[in-house]
C-alpha cells in the first residue's frame, strides 16, 4: 500500500555484492530513454532475484525471469532492497550518460 511520506529505504544496485538477494524498488531516473532500456532489459519495481555478477561495465540480476543485464551507470539509478545490503548512498544521476535529455520526468 501507498502511505502519504513513507517509502521504502534501498541501496543502488551497483553498491550490491554478488551472490546477495535483491528486489527492484524503484527508478531514481526516469528519462524515457532509461525506461526503454530498462524494460528492454526486463527491470521492473517488483522484480525479485540474486546479483549474479557486477563488474566495471555490467550488472546482472539473476531472476525466473532470465538473466537481466544492464551497464554500471544505469545500475547507479536503480533502488533495491538487498540482503545483504550495502550502506545507503545517493544516486549519482551526473553519472549517467544513456538518456539525450538531460532531465526525466
Known amino acids: 500500500p501507498i502511505v502519504e511520506g513513507a517509502r521504502e529505504e534501498g541501496v543502488l544496485l551497483a553498491d550490491v555484492e554478488p551472490g546477495a538477494d535483491v528486489v527492484v524498488l524503484r527508478f531514481e531516473n526516469e528519462a524515457e530513454e532509461l525506461l526503454h532500456y530498462?524494460?528492454?532489459?526486463?527491470?521492473?519495481?517488483?522484480?525479485?532475484?540474486?546479483?549474479?555478477?557486477?563488474?566495471?561495465?555490467?550488472?546482472?540480476?539473476?531472476?525466473?525471469?532470465?538473466?537481466?543485464?544492464?551497464s554500471r551507470s544505469v545500475a547507479e539509478?536503480?533502488?533495491?532492497?538487498a540482503d545483504p545490503a550495502p550502506p545507503p548512498r545517493a544516486p549519482l544521476p551526473e553519472a549517467l550518460e544513456l538518456s539525450a535529455d538531460r532531465y526525466g520526468r
Open 38 to 70: 530498462l524494460k528492454r532489459a526486463g527491470l521492473a519495481p517488483g522484480l525479485e532475484g540474486k546479483l549474479e555478477s557486477s563488474g566495471d561495465d555490467e550488472v546482472i540480476v539473476a531472476s525466473d525471469d532470465g538473466r537481466h543485464s544492464v
Open 77 to 81: 539509478t536503480v533502488s533495491v532492497r
